[in-house]
């Protein structure tokens, strides 16, 4: 079943998307073919496998199909497109892969088009926009500094042809690194900068997602009313360009919101429109964000068995696509669960997994989040010492990023302790 929807989505994305804009009618015929051809042959090879050993193999997940429909295209484009249609073909490419979490088709991608284009000054253009693609790709894996590298080399390009929506794009992107790192003071001026390049008639999706952006980082701020507003900007501009990424982000930030303000239903129902539109176009990467924020709130709501299964979920999808940002979180909802079943062991490893890994990544948020979970942990076992250090240290971390709720909160907690 899950094979069969697999495919049917991929063939409809490569069909409708890609061929009907770069091939004439008999191109396509012939891709088709070769299509038909893969599948009828699997079916047959699959058909002569014993039964057992079938099972084994169908017990497996299929991560291949869709590299492999890839590697197909590009074969078949290299021979049908002249270079300039043939690298546009592959720039979309690699957004699609992007989009749906498939990182390192992604990298293959830009980084042959890079090769194809071999410095030619006429070009320069797409090799900034492909440096910017393999800086956004290196920083979802938490890679900040070949991000920042690509993103540095994206902007040179850029200035050189005087290309301001492009130095627009790269100060965005540097932002979200920021904010991703806690430097929320540093995110803001990138931001800003960003939105001082834009024109609101000519840059609407852009501008949409730096006003996303924004809201997030007053999210973290407590600053919930200013960020309401930004995502009700960035709402509008989604819908008038029909952008379907952008507003399973957004609804997904939606409900991180209401989560926040402790209003559950309400970010149940954001989850929910987000995982609607992720399921149907493909996208991972939202997807797993949006299974984990309710695995959250089904462990604060104390419905554990759902909460393990959304996060068990979630952990399946961040691996596939190689998110530590959020494994490391993951490991914090894992701890969350186990302390509510008072498996007090098992949750306090599991906090621990997620203060090493967040360490490593450089995520501050995220870090003081799982010390403020393992400083409450403490406190349930009555190892008071203990509780007090994770506080402390919890509460330095919030100092430093300036979410100001956060500081609140854990500062009662201390004062709470006898």
């Known amino acids: 079943m899950v094979k069969k929807s697999i495919l049917a989505d991929i063939t409809q994305d490569i069909v409708k998307n890609i061929l009907s804009n770069y091939f004439d009618i008999y191109q396509i015929k012939e891709f088709k073919g070769i299509v038909s051809r893969l599948i009828n042959s699997k079916k047959k090879h699959k058909n002569k496998i014993q039964a057992s050993q079938r099972q084994q193999l169908d017990s497996n997940p299929q991560e291949y199909t869709y590299p492999l429909y890839i590697d197909l295209l590009i074969t078949f484009a290299a ?17 699609i892969c992007i989009a749906r979490g498939e990182l390192e088709i992604a990298s293959q991608t830009y980084t042959q088009i890079l090769s194809k284009i071999n410095n030619e000054d006429r070009l320069e253009n797409i090799a900034a926009h492909s440096l910017l693609a393999l800086g956004e790709v290196n920083s979802r894996q938490a890679k900040w ?12 390009y850029f200035s050189k042809q005087n290309d301001i929506k492009g130095i627009a794009k790269c100060n965005n992107l540097l932002g979200t690194i920021y904010a991703d790192r806690g430097s929320i003071k540093k995110a803001t001026e990138c931001f800003e900068k960003s939105l001082s390049f834009l024109n609101p008639l000519t840059d609407i999706a852009l501008i949409g997602r730096i006003e996303t952006n924004i809201g997030i980082l007053n999210s973290i701020k407590g600053d919930y009313d200013d960020s309401l507003l930004y ?5 509008i501009k989604y819908e008038q360009i029909k952008d379907a990424l952008q507003m399973s982000k957004l609804r997904h930030n939606l409900g991180m919101l209401h989560t926040q303000k402790g209003e559950y239903e309400s970010a149940l129902r954001e989850f929910d429109r987000s995982i609607v539109i992720s399921i149907k176009a493909g996208f991972l990467p939202n ?22 299964a959304f996060v068990d979920k979630s952990f399946e999808l961040s691996r596939k696509i190689n998110d530590r940002l ?5 490991y914090k909802i894992k701890g969350i669960i186990e302390r509510k079943l008072r498996h007090y062991d098992l949750s306090e490893n599991y906090f621990l997994t997620s203060l090493r890994l967040n360490a490593e990544l450089e995520n501050i948020l995220n870090h003081a989040e ?23 240290a919890a509460l330095k971390d919030y100092k430093k990023i300036g979410a100001d709720l956060h500081i609140k909160r854990v500062a009662a907690q201390l004062k709470n302790i006898t």
């Open 326 to 330: 959020s494994i490391a979180d993951i």
């Open 287 to 308: 997807l797993a964000l949006s299974y984990l924020s309710k695995s959250y709130i089904y462990a604060k709501s104390n419905d554990l068995p759902l909460a393990s």
């Open 145 to 156: 500094k070949k991000s920042i590298d690509f993103i540095n080399q994206a902007k040179k």
């Open 370 to 392: 799982t010390l403020s979970e393992l400083g409450e942990l403490f406190i349930e076992i009555n190892k008071k010492e203990e509780a007090k250090k994770c506080l402390k």
């Open 79 to 95: 021979d049908k497109l002249n270079k300039a249609k043939f690298i546009e073909l592959m720039l979309y490419i690699g957004e």
């Open 231 to 235: 995502y009700q900007r960035a709402l």
